[in-house]
């Protein structure tokens, strides 16, 4: 995809729309899950302190990551053979800037109906229930926060949580306007620049999001806008 972006050709063989489409909905799907896991950290983080070494340790952190990847594989290899055995004769245009399913559902000749249901069903199992489960999480961390007399436990708790929920509202945001709609012409339109966004923008956010509360990292950026402000003074 990026290749496409910076290259006078934006062509993809049909194989490799292929196996764009199979890594694109491995990752994505991986990612919804880990998003999950990351929120059930937090709230045992928040909400059990001093279980949290016995709850979450590093046994339990690597079947999490397992599934994780086992779930985004599994979703990959029952959704991608499906939108392949749609009908792409007259087409040769993908108008989007990946090979994801919604794009090629666009271009079909064929009914799309079931594809569709299929894609539809693994959005409200991949996206809707991993955000109410998160959402319920952050429930509990909030009350647990507000629980919390010093003013100081309770910035360091929601400073715990700011990267996370950051990066949840960017991912989920974006991807489920596009995933539940599909079909309609206007959410196609509107789902490129979508598309871009969580493809492209976030997951480039997403290690600036994560690291800006390491102290090492603000220090570095200090000395790295000191050094360029003296540089152009100069």
Known sequence: MLV??????????YIGCAVQLYVFLWLGATECVLLVVMALDRYVAVCHPLKYTTIMHPKLCLQLAIFAWGTGLIQSLIQSPATFQLPFCSHQTVDD??????ALIQVSSADTIYVEIRMFVASIILLVVPLIIILASYGAVAKAVLRIKSTAGQKKAFGTCTSHLLVVSLFYGTVT???????????????????????????????LIYTLRNKEVKGALKRLGRRAWDIQNN
């Open 4 to 13: 496409n972006f910076w290259g006078p050709e934006k062509t993809i063989s």
């Open 177 to 207: 306007a596009v995933y539940l709609q599909p079909k309609s012409r206007y959410a196609h339109e509107q789902g490129k620049f979508l598309t871009l966004f969580y493809t492209v923008v976030t997951p480039t956010l997403n290690p």
């Open 97 to 102: 800037i990946v090979c994801e399913v919604p």
